[in-house]
């Protein structure tokens, strides 16, 4: 059964405190793997697109990368305003020929000052 | 510009009242989508549309019944509805129906049944 894990559930970090956010992935034929922002009472915000494993994408302070089984959200200097829920979801070979994605739980990000 | 816009933003219904929910977008996609996401889940899809004909419907109950106008547009009528079916109201689109296409979404609609 495709499925998507992230973790941690919620982070805390201190202004300028780099880290991960790992999203562990078991899909039949990944075509695809996207991260999104989303904050509180919006739509997610679309971050990045990874398609193959050793594929890497930059953005400010963010930095996706892509293994065969995960992928990981690396934040540098992260600020306040990066605080945010994180999503990982997948796109499976064979899902009955649409686009299902298929969603982690998110990680919950809190920057302090 | 990947921008899909909804309308309203926030919508507060009786459970006898009929409403509905607006989506726009101008990006020449073909795909559009319908997710419902509740506090603190991921979305959850409901209906994909392709080329403007259903393609896909997630076992939602009849009391949602989605409309697509045309390739810019995407509607869902909302009657008779429970308290539990209060949530944010996503609406997404992509340029094509497919696996590695990028769904961009919109900000939402928080409905409130009461």
């Known amino acids: 059964e495709d499925q998507v894990t992230q973790s941690p559930e919620a982070l805390r970090l201190q202004e300028g405190e780099s880290s991960s956010l790992n999203c562990s992935y078991t899909v039949s034929g990944l075509r695809g793997l996207f991260w999104y922002r989303q904050d509180p009472g919006k739509g997610p915000e679309f971050l990045f697109t990874?398609?193959?494993a050793g594929e890497e994408k930059e953005k400010e302070r963010l930095k996706a990368t892509l293994t065969k089984k995960e992928s990981f959200l690396h934040i540098t200097a992260p600020k306040p305003e990066d605080s945010a829920t994180y999503l990982c979801a997948v796109q499976a070979a064979f899902s009955g020929g649409y686009n299902k994605l298929i969603f982690g739980a998110g990680t919950r990000l809190a920057v302090h000052p | 510009d990947t921008e899909v816009t909804q309308t309203p933003k926030h919508l507060v219904m009786g459970m006898t009242n009929k409403k509905s929910l607006k989506c726009e977008q101008h990006m020449g996609h073909r795909a559009m989508y319908w997710y419902k996401q509740k506090a603190k889940k991921p979305p959850e899809l409901m209906f994909v549309y392709s080329y403007e004909k259903l393609s896909i419907n997630e076992s939602v109950p009849s009391r949602f019944s989605p409309e697509c106008p045309n390739s810019s547009l995407l509607n869902l009528h909302l009657h008779a509805l429970q308290p539990e079916d209060s949530a944010l109201y996503l609406c997404?689109?992509?340029?094509?129906?497919?696996?590695?296409?990028?769904?961009?979404f919109g900000e939402g609609s928080w409905l409130t049944v009461v």
């Open positions: 997404a689109s992509s340029l094509q129906v497919g696996s590695g296409n990028t769904i961009y």
């Open positions: 990874l398609y193959s």
